[in-house]
């Protein structure tokens, strides 16, 4: 009987490791299989509360210069299961406590006919699935070039999706919202006219990649902890409703350049039967590696104003001087240039901010255009470099410094690398030092341009390298950063929270060219912002932008009420009230709200949530029992319902609701908002209207 046992045993461990391998989330609802097929190729599928999220699909890397590929011929060498579950309180962020709970499969594979072993890991989360590959140290795979990653999302239908096209250099465009068969069509017009990369397949999308089944399944795909490694695009075979990674190349061609033991990024996808379940997820920062910041004190959430608006309106210049290419004529010597009379980055303007942020509340003032080279860069000398310490004649650095000191406001430097990285990192020492010595604490980084050397992408390997050492090098420096233009976030803010910020999509500044969708916030934080928070810049209370600038006929798509929302529904410990001064006095009831919403949290209630449609959240600011909720809306009027059941029972509040008026329209009223307030409870309940790219703000205080 016990040999008979133990023979069973055996039979059962060795159809094991052949065959199928079965792992569960904590809570049961999703199940992950991992399976070879016959000829050895590795493969998974994915389901959640018995519905297919992803069917059968093929995982493996295709090799450059090498006669065997990591695509099949595999046999299962060993299976490691097991569970973590352990909470961790972020340095800043939604809520003040995160669980990090999952199960992990660890499947090591050997290639018989070339004796290499990688290990495909699993973390099976109660939101969704994470996988990464792994490279062992061994002596048969040990330096590789990688010609495409081959890994598979199998979709089970003809999802309705939000995509933006694929493109190596770009994330700055308005969302589609379509069926997946129709992605091919949609986008033919893109790749002609936008697209930097016309290379790249006319089915290829960016992630976060959200989408809805037909059946109210919510799918998610996105990528975390990428370092080292390249960006990954998806490419749809809309044929069969596949999409296989396609990974940003670098000069050559070439997508990734790997010495073992490492391990590239986590592939993640996430469902649920409920959007504000994707919203809620912290799994993308659960893949991260902890924080590896000692002292973290110097980092803090901000609220800043700036030198911005006027400039990207064109209102105002970022150039000192519009006929004095320093470049070119070899001449450094600014004071001997003619002033054009709209530089916005001088000392007077600057001091003006600073006087309003000190009066207002405001942590911090920004001021682009400070340094000397912008009109070299505008139209002079597309290779010009910065050199980000010296500052225009106008721009009294050592005073504005003192003043700033004196208000209590700190100042933001901002750095345009005008792509031109290799410059940047041989300034960077110096760059970070000058800040420090004139108390600046943050800075906002810029990669407008071609990368430089010429035929790098924004998002290849050598380029996220260059993302990562800037990051690691501010922390040197207690510096936090806020990148523009740099690679979209995969969660890397857990381990370096001085990323306090990134832009990395299409921000309020597209207003100013032309316009973004009215619906476009309602997308974002299903996309976007699944990887960490962004610098949106919200705030503009002038939606017509010719009142800055007679020549700019852009308009803001967007009601007061929507981007007084914006502070809540779009998470970032690093706000911006965006619009000039003046307007701000134009509307000081409505810019109440500004000043009083926080920018960091104990706790987050995602309340309702439609991709495109609708998002309302409430947020309970850190530290306080004061609570700000946000709605904001898309292309139709619609009536929130919500409930406040989130506050704190037995306790009365009072609310200061910032709403659209009963006329209000994104565009032919924008300006049209209401203001009242109303004594709740946690019994009581709200319905409120929001217009067409409308919405609402809600400050609630505790009664004394």
């Not at 010609?147 to 969302?175: C, L, S, V």
């Not at 997946?180 to 960016?206: C, D, H």
């Not at 000069?251 to 592939?267: L, M, V």
């Amino acid at each position: 009987m016990k040999k008979y046992f133990l023979t069973c045993f055996f039979i059962l461990f060795a159809f094991q490791l052949c065959n199928a391998q079965e792992l569960k989330s904590p809570n049961g609802n999703f199940v992950m299989n991992f399976s070879l097929l016959n000829d050895g190729t590795p493969t998974y599928k994915l389901s959640y509360k018995n519905k297919a999220v992803i069917k059968t699909s093929k995982l493996g890397l295709e090799l450059k210069d090498d006669k065997k590929s990591l695509l099949n011929d595999f046999t299962i060498l060993d299976s490691k299961a097991s569970t973590f579950d352990e909470t961790w309180k972020p340095v800043w962020g939604e809520v003040n406590q995160i669980r990090n709970n999952y199960n992990e499969l660890a499947v090591t594979l050997n290639q018989k006919e070339t004796d290499r072993n990688i290990i495909i890991r699993f973390r099976l989360f109660n939101e969704g699935l994470g996988f990464r590959y792994e490279f062992p140290s061994q002596k048969n795979l040990v330096y590789f070039i990688i010609k495409e990653e081959r890994t598979q999302f199998a979709m089970a239908g003809d999802h309705t999706a939000f995509w933006i096209p694929g493109d190596y250099d770009t994330q700055e465009y308005d969302y589609t919202e379509s069926k997946l068969s129709e992605i091919r069509g949609l986008s033919e017009k893109a790749y002609t006219t936008n697209v930097s990369q016309k290379s790249f397949s006319s089915t290829g999308v960016q992630t976060s990649l959200m989408m809805k089944s037909a059946d109210g399944l919510y799918i998610n795909l996105h990528e975390a902890a990428l370092i080292d490694y390249s960006c990954m695009h998806l490419n749809l075979d809309d044929k069969n409703m596949i999409f296989e990674s396609w990974l940003t190349p670098d000069a050559k061609g070439d997508k990734g350049y790997i010495q073992a033991p490492t391990h590239s990024p986590w592939r993640t996808i996430m469902a649920s039967d409920d959007a504000r379940t994707i919203l809620t997820s912290k799994m993308t920062l659960n893949l991260n590696d902890p924080c590896k910041i000692e002292d973290t004190s110097w980092i803090k959430p901000v609220k800043y104003i700036g030198v911005w608006w006027e400039m990207i309106t064109g209102k105002s210049s970022w150039s000192y001087t519009n006929d004095f290419p320093a470049v070119q004529l070899g001449v450094t010597d600014f004071s001997k240039a003619k002033p054009n009379g709209t530089h916005g980055a001088n000392t007077k303007h600057v001091k003006e901010y600073i006087d309003f942020a000190a009066e207002n509340g405001f942590d911090a003032v920004l001021v682009e255009g400070w340094n000397e080279g912008w009109e070299d860069w505008f139209g002079h000398s597309k290779d010009y470099v910065f050199d980000f310490v010296t500052p225009y004649p106008d721009f009294d650095v050592k005073g504005i410094h003192e003043y700033a000191k004196s208000k209590g406001v700190k100042m933001i430097m901002h750095h345009e690398t005008s792509g031109s990285v290799r410059n940047y990192e041989r300034h960077m020492d110096k760059a970070y030092k000058f800040m420090k010595d004139n108390g600046y604490d943050a800075v906002k980084s810029g990669y407008v341009g071609d990368i430089l050397p010429r035929g790098e992408n924004h998002y290849s390997q050598w380029i996220v390298n260059h993302y990562q050492y800037a990051i690691e090098k501010a922390a040197d420096y207690k510096i936090m950063v806020n990148a523009h233009e740099a690679i979209r976030p995969t969660g890397i803010c857990r381990t370096y929270p001085n990323l306090i910020g990134n832009e990395s999509a299409r921000g309020t500044e597209y207003q100013a060219f032309g316009g973004s969708k009215s619906n476009h916030v309602t997308v974002l934080p299903f996309t976007r912002l699944i990887g960490g928070p962004m610098d949106y810049t919200p705030g503009i209370f002038e939606m017509d932008v010719s009142k800055l600038n007679p020549d700019n006929k852009s308009h803001v798509n967007s009601t007061i009420a929507n981007q007084l929302a914006l502070y809540v529904t779009m998470y970032s410990p690093l706000q911006m009230a965006a619009d000039i001064i003046e307007h701000y006095k134009k509307f000081p009831d409505a810019f109440q709200f500004i000043k009083d919403v926080a920018v960091d949290w104990d706790e987050s209630n995602y309340l309702e949530a439609e991709p495109g449609k609708y998002i309302t959240v409430a947020r309970k600011a850190k530290g306080t029992n004061n609570w700000f909720v946000g709605n904001v809306n898309g292309v139709k009027s619609r009536t929130s319902n919500i409930a406040f059941d989130f506050l704190e029972k037995g306790k009365k509040y009072e609310a200061t609701i910032y709403a659209d008026a009963k006329d209000a329209d994104y565009k032919t009223n924008p300006q049209a908002y209401a203001i009242r307030t109303m004594k709740i409870t946690s019994k009581s309940k709200l319905s409120q209207i929001s217009a067409p790219g409308g919405g609402y703000a809600i400050s609630i205080v505790e009664s004394k």
